[in-house]
């Protein structure tokens, strides 16, 4: 199953749906962290936490995978 970081930069979906997989991962038994599960590099889970969503999804568009 691919991660939500992985679905975002290949077009398949769009970036609100990160709140569905938060909200997933939280209800599951996933031993792995939220950004692991993710899909989500340090810089990213950096730029999340301590600045903003929209710092992280400024990072995950510089991984974009272009059409």
Known sequence: ???FAELYLNGEIEF????DYVME???SDDERTLAQYLGLNADEE???VSVSEDAMREL???RKVSP
């Open 60 to 62: 995950l568009d510089r």
């Open 1 to 3: 199953m691919k991660c």
């Open 46 to 48: 950096d730029a999340w």
């Open 25 to 27: 991962w939280g209800y």
């Open 16 to 19: 609100e749906a990160i709140d």
